[in-house]
């Protein structure tokens, strides 16, 4: 049996400063970078997942309700989409990658990254999409940040989380990661139902809600061990 560790969402556009900011998002970026250096030897692999949105459909709006509807955030090729740079990735193994044409909160939804597209780190001047060009509209503008991501399309037969942890033997899994309320949630259900072993360390995840106990509870009624 395999033990599998399962970092999600931590990015910059979750994290203080970026467009979906969580509280706490900065300083758990350092605190799951202390936890894996302390205990990476408990785990047989680490892996991480990324929001990595294209055309999300009506997952972005210039209104959102932020329950099924949010500001623009984790723009495939984006500094925003990439992880913070407080999170370690010495240990990561691999990247998963969801939400490009539609809504995804769950890792298990998410695709293998190439490997050698790096996740972190700066990009060259000139790589970012232009938000906003003089004389352009906002029309023109997301059009042509559209077209960056799709640059970094992520592609359709790339194996997906689950296929990926069979694969590997995993049977045991901890997540970590953010935020407690939705993707962390998400995944940690759907590895569940997947029939793994889950377990979500609450002090190394951050919420959007005020209060988590709800989604604390529901994980937990659905097979999730909360420590």
Known sequence: MSRALIIVDVQNDFCEGGALAVPGGASLAGEI???VDAHHGQFDHVV?????HIDPGAHFSEEPDLVDSWPRHCVAGTRGAEL?????PEHI????RKGQFAAAYSGFEGLLAPEDDVPTGDRQPGAMPVT?????GAEDAEDAVGSFAGDFAVSDDAIGLDDWLQSHDVEDIVVVGIAT????KATALDAVQAGYSVTV???LTVGIAEDLDDAVAEM???GVDVL
């Open 132 to 136: 906003g060009a003089e004389g352009a």
């Open 48 to 52: 991480a997942t990324q929001d990595w």
């Open 181 to 184: 309320d939705y993707c962390v």
């Open 220 to 222: 937990e009624l659905g």
């Open 93 to 96: 193994q691999a990247y998963f």
């Open 84 to 88: 913070h740079p407080d999170l370690d």
């Open 201 to 203: 360390l609450r002090g």
């Open 33 to 35: 970078s202390e936890y």
